[in-house]
């Protein structure tokens, strides 16, 4: 089995929040860009509730989706033509990109117990899954993307480590190997919420399927490690339990946005799933003290690079 958490910790916890974006609440809707007073505060006043408690920011290098569902209705009805079309506005090119944002990249830098990692280079796509960037690429296509998305985060000057959740979980195969190919540590693509956890549970939901629900894998013939995400905003404490009690990793998912036109997300970031995260994490820090792993998935992937 894989090395994956230092001896003696039984358990590990990692935190991430995907759609980090420089948009504020002037724009559509607020991504993080109020800095402080805005949804990343929130998560500020968790991490300072929690001194152990470690966060990935998934972020997006030149966000471009503006509705996560189509709006060109008539379009969207029309099948072999819809799949042509973006369905819904975007931003124009460089709105959102993180080098026209240097005070947002600096407080994302300055953020403690925070990393940062990506999350797609526009989280758009032509057709009805308007979220999910990567979908039918050729590998060549996921090439230019991908050096696109990592030329912005360099010239951004953001801090990061070579992790990447794909936006809408999708990862395809010739994704992943151009992930290989660009030396990616680590892919977090399988969100499963609903299967029962035991040792050997395996992903079933979103993303890749079959991959373990509560450890990190190595994915086969891709070099690249691969971490579940086995918990959100309405899991039950017993879950997270189980989880523990399993050895396992506890992977809590947030999205920075709470409400995207009409759109709720479940697991959005408000004071109601910050509270409860508040109260879920002090219990564990009770029951379990110094068995667990505060952790996040950059730092797993270096102790799995150095330990296998
Ligand atoms: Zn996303």
């Known amino acids: 089995m894989l090395n994956w958490k230092p001896p003696g910790k039984k358990a590990a916890i ?5 759609d980090i974006h420089p948009a504020k609440s002037t724009d559509f809707y607020e991504a993080g860009g109020d800095l402080e007073k805005g949804a ?13 408690l470690k966060v990935t920011l998934f ?3 030149d966000w471009r989706e503006i509705s996560p569902v189509p709006t060109r209705k008539v379009l969207a009805s029309i099948p072999g033509l819809r799949e042509k079309f973006y369905l819904a506005r975007r931003w124009k090119k460089g709105t959102m990109n993180l080098e026209n944002h240097p005070e947002f990249v600096q407080f994302l830098n300055e953020m403690e117990r925070a990393e940062i990692a990506y999350h797609g280079l526009y989280h758009v796509h032509r057709g009805l899954k308007i979220p999910v960037e990567f979908q039918d690429q050729s590998e060549e296509e996921f090439k230019v993307i991908l050096d696109e998305m990592l030329r912005v985060f360099q010239s951004a000057g953001i801090e990061y480590v ?3 959740c794909p936006p809408g979980w999708n990862a395809p195969g010739a994704l992943l190997d151009q992930l290989s190919k660009h030396d990616f540590d680590f892919v977090a693509s ?3 919420i609903f299967t029962a956890i035991s040792k050997d549970a395996k992903t079933n939901m979103s993303g890749i399927k079959g991959e373990p629900l509560i450890y990190p894998s190595i994915l086969k013939n891709k070099k690249i490690i691969h971490f579940p995400t086995n918990f959100q905003a309405n899991s039950t404490m017993e879950r997270a339990k189980e989880i523990i009690t399993n050895e396992g990793l506890l992977s809590i998912k947030a999205h920075i946005v709470k409400y995207i036109f009409g759109y709720t997300a479940i697991d959005g970031v408000d004071e109601l799933y910050m509270n409860y995260l508040d109260v879920l994490l002090t219990n564990l820090e009770q029951e379990y003290g110094d068995d667990l792993w505060w952790t996040s998935m950059g730092e797993i992937s270096e102790h799995i690079k150095n330990n296998n």
């Open 190 to 192: 399988a969100r499963d």
């Open 59 to 61: 972020t997006t290098a």
């Open 14 to 18: 990692c935190f991430t929040i995907d």
């Open 40 to 52: 990343l505060g929130l998560v500020k006043w968790l991490l300072d509730r929690h001194p152990k």
């Open 162 to 164: 070579k992790g990447i």
